[in-house]
T-cell receptor, first 112, second 116 residues
Framework: RKEVEQDPGPFNVPEGATVAFNCTYSNSASQSFFWYRQDCRKEPKLLMSVYSSGNEDGRFTAQLNRASQYISLLIRDSKLSDSATYLCVVNPSNFGNEKLTFGTGTRLTIIP | DADVTQTPRNRITKTGKRIMLECSQTKGHDRMYWYRQDPGLGLRLIYYSFDVKDINKGEISDGYSVSRQAQAKFSLSLESAIPNQTALYFC???????????????FGEGSRLTVL
């Protein structure tokens, strides 16, 4: 089993729709979790951290389910500019980035 | 200008050649990293450095070496390139993690290397 697993997609979603995708992780001792966004042929950029209580940033909501070992990302009222690959990132530590595990990404395309 | 700059952005080379990828940053971060990205695989850590006197191997360091010339500069070398080192390489920096443990990574724009 991969340490971090994501559905590669592609998810083709009409503009304005709501889309959600999950990421599962195998290390139950994982401490911190993130979603990074990567546009085609560009560098990854932090979208949001995922906190135990769940967190929201505008149209984006991230949730953590420790019991089932997954994190989720919900995008409401999707925009064309949301088209990208979303990388799930899991950290077994709270003290550095040396052990980060990156998922392979979920590709999202928003259709006009 | 980008805060994390990589050169070259694209390079095609032949098996056995020595290649250096350079990274410089203006973010003032002590921590710097080199990753590679391959289709169907997540980003994997090659080397990382916490300061100019601290170099550490990552998950896939074989066939690579690094040099931290200054706080702002971190270079990755392939002494004798081979085709399976064809990949997209990213340099990244981070500050010391805050109490939330985020320590956001800031990536360069990437260096696409093709080894024939």
């Amino acid at each position: 089993r991969k340490e971090v697993e994501q559905d590669p997609g592609p998810f083709n979603v009409p503009e304005g729709a709501t889309v959600a995708f999950n990421c599962t992780y195998s290390n139950s001792a994982s401490q911190s979790f993130f979603w990074y966004r990567q546009d085609c042929r560009k560098e990854p950029k932090l979208l949001m951290s995922v906190y135990s209580s769940g967190n929201e940033d505008g149209r984006f909501t991230a949730q953590l389910n420790r019991a089932s070992q997954y994190i989720s990302l919900l995008i409401r009222d999707s925009k064309l500019s949301d088209s990208a690959t979303y990388l799930c990132v899991v950290n077994p530590s709270n003290f550095g980035n040396e052990k980060l595990t990156f998922g392979t990404g979920t590709r999202l395309t928003i259709i006009p | 200008d980008a805060d994390v700059t990589q050169t070259p952005r694209n390079r095609i080379t032949k098996t056995g050649k020595r290649i250096m990828l350079e990274c410089s940053q203006t973010k003032g971060h002590d921590r710097m990293y080199w990753y590679r990205q391959d289709p169907g695989l997540g980003l994997r850590l090659i080397y990382y450095s916490f300061d100019v006197k601290d170099i550490n191997k990552g998950e896939i360091s074989d066939g690579y070496s690094v040099s931290r010339q200054a706080q702002a500069k971190f270079s990755l070398s392939l002494e004798s390139a081979i085709p399976n080192q064809t990949a997209l390489y990213f340099c990244a920096t981070s500050d010391y993690p805050d109490r939330e443990g985020t320590g956001e990574l800031f990536f360069g724009e990437g260096s696409r290397l093709t080894v024939l």
